[in-house]
């Protein structure tokens, strides 16, 4: 049971963080959505209160630690306590991103290979992923200690966690880390009865990726065809199929056994060798 029980969650804005937002709502918690676009996170907080729940959006950098104590207090004057914490901000951009898949000769001045990734554009995508759960954490898990029951903590791993993706090194770095992390929260706060779990996410088409994966007529990119004949139930994952790994994941009475788990939700992508 999560009724009555205060969720925070980072990007909240995002459609796959705002489907988890509204999840909890309709399950009875008062939820704090964070993001650093202010405005798509009250969209989903006024959709979430005008049915009836519990929310309130808050603008949030989730690389900035003093910043986020400010939200935290203010968060516990509107709502309470966190008893939930789902680190859901991250991403990738295009400044950490190689143009092909593999390297060849002459490849260097023809187009962006590894040698041309500069710091900045690896350090962000990198920094937003992995500081961007361990900050959060940070903060929020002080509201946990004491003692108090049903408290855990929720990361967003990726199927890159297991196996690396072309082009995308800092992102695939990054949640393998966040996948890492997670099982070392697991172990740090187990005397203090906090769980830590991991959902990982297969390939879910999302305001960020959707240019990556179809073109302007509707149809898969040769990328998203590639991803989809490695997904053995040959489709993308749809919003909603994250919801029960979730619920069973931040439930006490479902999972109050259960930490240290990356879950992937891949239609059987980490399973399928390619053979």
Sequence with gaps: MIKNKVVVITGAGGVLCGAFANECAKNGAKVALLDINFDTAQKIADNITSSGGQAKAY??????????????????????????????????????????????????GSVKTFFDLDKSGFSFVFDLNIMGTIIPSQVFVKDMLGGRNGCSILNISSMNAFTPLTKIPAYSAAKSGVSNFTQWLAVHFAKEGIRCNAI??????????????????????????????????GRFGKDEELLGALMFLIDETKSGFVTGVILPVDGGFNAYSGV
């Design 59 to 108: 603008k949030a950098d989730v690389l900035n630690h003093e910043a986020l104590e400010k939200v935290r207090i203010q968060v516990n004057k509107d709502l309470g306590k966190c008893d939930i914490l789902i680190n859901g901000a991250g991403g990738n951009s295009p400044k950490a991103t190689t143009d092909k898949e593999y390297y060849f000769d002459g490849d260097i």
């Design 200 to 233: 990982a996410p297969g390939f879910f088409v999302t305001n960020q990726n959707a240019a990556l994966l179809y073109g302007k007529d509707g149809k898969p990119t040769p990328r998203a065809g590639k991803i989809l004949a490695a997904t053995p139930m």
